[in-house]
T-cell receptor, first 112, second 115 residues
Framework: QKEVEQDPGPLSVPEGAIVSLNCTYS??????FMWYRQYSRKGPELLMY????GNKEDGRFTAQVDKSSKYISLFIRDSQPSDSATYLC????????????FGKGTKLSVKP | EPEVTQTPSHQVTQMGQEVILRCVPI?????FYWYRQILGQKVEFLVS????????KSEIFDDQFSVERPDGSNFTLKIRSTKLEDSAMYFC?????????????FGEGSRLTVL
């Protein structure tokens, strides 16, 4: 079983829609959970990180972690064409130094 | 806004040749990383570096690879005797703290094509 699984999409939504992106993982030792955004031909850019289970909100973005189900989500409200990008989930062990385990990424397209 | 810069943006090399990819991390960051992304695949961790030594490395980071901070600003990845399967985008990243929380700042990447 792969450590981090993410549906690659592509996912296409109309402007203003609520977007839900998800990842599942197999290793219960993961402690930190992140969402990165990657525009075409650019490096990943950190959107949010969360520690353990719970919700975290930042503007139009909400990250959720459910450690009991080994499931993390990113919700984007009022999606904009500028949100069109590939969204990567990532996670790591608490003691690691920058050794992030990434999902494959979900390509999102928000149509005007 | 400070950013991580990488050179070259694209390098084409022949199999068996040595390649050096260069990175200038954000100036007040102390932790440095290399990741790679083979086309269509996941972003994969290669190595982390702190205080002039390797902190962690993955199975991918074998004897073919080495990293160095030759001066106060540059951070380099050397690939000796490149193979076809080394063709990938290589991302440098840096962080202010030890990176446990995943707050890494990535550069735009160096695309390596091995022929």
């Amino acid at each position: 079983q792969k450590e981090v699984e993410q549906d690659p999409g592509p996912l296409s939504v109309p402007e203003g829609a609520i977007v839900s992106l998800n990842c599942t993982y197999s290793n219960s030792a993961f402690q930190y959970f992140m969402w990165y955004r990657q525009y075409s031909r650019k490096g990943p850019e950190l959107l949010m990180y969360t520690y353990s289970s719970g919700n975290k909100e930042d503007g139009r973005f909400t990250a959720q972690v459910d450690k009991s189900s080994k499931y993390i989500s990113l919700f984007i409200r009022d999606s904009q064409p500028s949100d069109s990008a590939t969204y990567l989930c990532a996670m790591n062990y608490g003691g690691s130094q920058g050794n992030l385990i990434f999902g494959k990424g979900t390509k999102l397209s928000v149509k005007p | 806004e400070p950013e991580v810069t990488q050179t070259p943006s694209h390098q084409v090399t022949q199999m068996g040749q040595e390649v050096i990819l260069r990175c200038v991390p954000i100036s007040n960051h102390l932790y440095f990383y290399w990741y790679r992304q083979i086309l269509g695949q996941k972003v994969e961790f290669l190595v982390s570096f702190y205080n002039n030594e390797i902190s962690e490395k993955s199975e991918i980071f074998d004897d073919q690879f080495s990293v160095e901070r030759p001066d106060g600003s540059n951070f380099t990845l050397k690939i000796r005797s490149t193979k076809l399967e080394d063709s990938a985008m290589y991302f440098c990243a840096s962080s202010r703290d030890r990176g446990s929380t995943g707050e890494l700042f990535f550069g735009e990447g160096s695309r390596l094509t091995v022929l």
